[in-house]
């Protein structure tokens, strides 16, 4: 039968795509269902790439203003951004990489079904829109993803009062830009713009920004930003909010109870992301959900048998299941190995990286100092700041730390935590130290080559053991 698959995949975001890769590599027949024009969903089209693409931008502003500084001569006017270069550059590296999935579908002979799915009873999965067929599978994966949303009472128009899918396109730096919500993607926007020439302020309802960070972090980025011209007004709720022809009219409470007005070019709602499920028929073929979201077990089975999930729609029923790209890859490669019969084992998500991309970059993972008192642990931490490092000093990148956080009775390492220079790479060695289980004394044995950015890594190890040789 034509239309007759092993595994068909909803959507072809970082979930789906690659479960619909690794399936085929195990031997599988798949079809990939996926209603926008290209493939790659949140990810590469609004989300990841779009984002660091123009970080990088940012980035080369920041280089080529400090000209002086690096000692080259730079005629004539001041630098400044030109957005319609900018957006296309970014545009090219996007298309790019949707063409390369494209290619990738073709290698692995995995058809892509242009449309919009919509269950339709046991192993059936209709297309409503596009190429309209009913398929049959023995085994459906839903990574339908998740799309930006709002609170209570301010209206996104995606004009004035806009989300990232609208911020990632702008043909023209807004003059003043208020950001609500100050987690990865609020705080990544905020290192743009301001770099771009915009005055950002970044609005958050928690004491502190990056509130899911170790407080450190928090502290040292507000630090940064204040440096850099970005107002950060944490314990702060956005009440209200006006769009009209001259901008936005922003009300905010602040901590202490106090009205606050502002005023800005846009609003960008950078509050989270809701589960994308609408008209997907999942509820009507009996599979359970949670406030909107997928439910599933550790090996992401639905209540439904043969119906598995994965990626931002899902929720494990254990509290906030991170949305990130490299997650939803992670559980698309478990689904497609448990679907060909492999021995798999459930995720540890004290083990996934964290990464914000702004300006000083976050790179953590597992327990913040935090937690880990609060989990009973004896702690100790040790810290060691890039100030110190010869090579952050020949890049010009000396802000921030990294920050261990070990138990004190069996030396483990319990977290990592840093901001700084390339923090976003330098977190996989504390993924791999999580993962192995390493001892702090393990972790000071491991030779870091010199002159890098990772000797902060090893001199963090050795300052939890109250030995740091270069402080
Ligand atoms: C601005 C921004 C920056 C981000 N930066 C990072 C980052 O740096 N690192 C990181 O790890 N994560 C980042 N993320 C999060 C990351 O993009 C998501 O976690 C990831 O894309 C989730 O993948 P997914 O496959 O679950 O869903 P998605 O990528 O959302 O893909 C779902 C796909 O399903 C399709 N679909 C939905 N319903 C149907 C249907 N009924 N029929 C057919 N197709 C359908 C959609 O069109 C979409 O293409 C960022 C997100 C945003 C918004």
């Known amino acids: 039968m034509p239309n007759s698959y092993d595994v068909v995949i909803i959507g072809a975001g970082t979930g789906g795509y690659v479960a619909a890769i690794r399936c085929a590599q195990l031997g599988k027949k798949v079809a990939v269902v996926e209603k926008q024009k290209s493939l790659g969903g949140t990810c590469l089209i609004w989300g990841c790439i779009p984002t660091k693409a123009l970080l990088e931008h940012a980035h080369a502003l920041k280089v080529i203003r400090d000209a002086k500084e690096w000692g080259v001569t730079i005629p004539s006017a001041a630098p400044a951004i030109d957005m319609n270069q900018v957006q296309s550059r970014k545009d090219r590296i996007v298309n790019g990489l949707t063409r390369g999935v494209e290619f990738l579908f073709k290698k692995n002979k995995i058809d892509w079904i242009k449309g919009t799915a919509r269950l339709a009873g046991k192993g059936k999965v209709e297309i409503v829109e596009g190429e309209k067929q009913t398929l049959e599978a023995t085994e459906i994966v839903i990574a339908t993803g998740s799309s930006a949303r709002s609170v209570p009472g301010i209206e996104i128009d995606h004009a004035r009062i806009i989300t990232s899918d609208e911020a990632i396109g702008l043909k023209e730096v807004p003059k003043t830009l208020v950001i609500m919500g100050s987690g990865a993607v609020g705080v990544e926007f905020a290192s743009i713009y301001r770099r771009f020439g915009s005055e950002v302020t970044v609005i958050e309802l928690l004491p502190r920004l990056v509130p899911l960070e170790d407080e450190a972090i928090s502290a040292e980025l507000e630090k940064s930003f204040k440096k850099q011209g970005i107002k950060s007004l944490t314990g702060t709720k956005v ?61 992401y089975r639905t209540s439904v048998p043969n119906i598995s999930a994965i990626g931002d729609v899902i929720t494990l029923g254990t509290g906030a299941h991170p949305q990130l790209a490299h997650v939803s890859s992670a559980e698309g490669i478990l689904v497609a190995e448990r679907l060909a019969g492999q021995d798999v084992r459930p995720i540890n998500y004290d083990h996934v990286p964290s990464c ?105 190890a050795h300052a939890t053991h109250g030995a740091a040789i270069h402080l």
Do not use: N, W
């Open 356 to 460: 914000t991309y702004c300006d000083p970059e976050i790179g953590s993972v597992g327990l913040t100092e935090a937690e880990a008192r609060q989990k009973g642990y004896d702690v100790r931490v040790g810290s060691f700041p890039f100030g110190v490092l010869g090579r952050a000093k020949m890049a010009g990148e000396g802000e921030g730390f990294v920050k261990i956080v070990a138990d004190k009775k069996y030396d483990e390492i319990l977290g990592v935590h840093m901001i700084g220079p390339r923090s976003t790479e330098l977190v996989a060695e504390a993924v791999l130290a999580l993962r192995l289980e390493c001892t702090v004394e393990e972790l000071i044995k491991t030779i870091h080559a010199h002159p890098t950015f990772s000797e902060a890594v090893g001199e963090a």
């Open 239 to 299: 009440t209200k909010a006006v769009a009209g022809a001259g901008g936005v009219d922003i009300e905010a409470q602040t901590p202490d109870g106090q009205s606050q007005k502002l005023k800005a070019d846009l609003l960008l709602v950078a509050t989270g992301r809701g589960p994308v499920t609408t008209g997907l028929g999942a509820e009507q073929v009996g599979i359970a959900m949670e406030k909107g979201y997928i439910k599933v077990d550790d090996l």
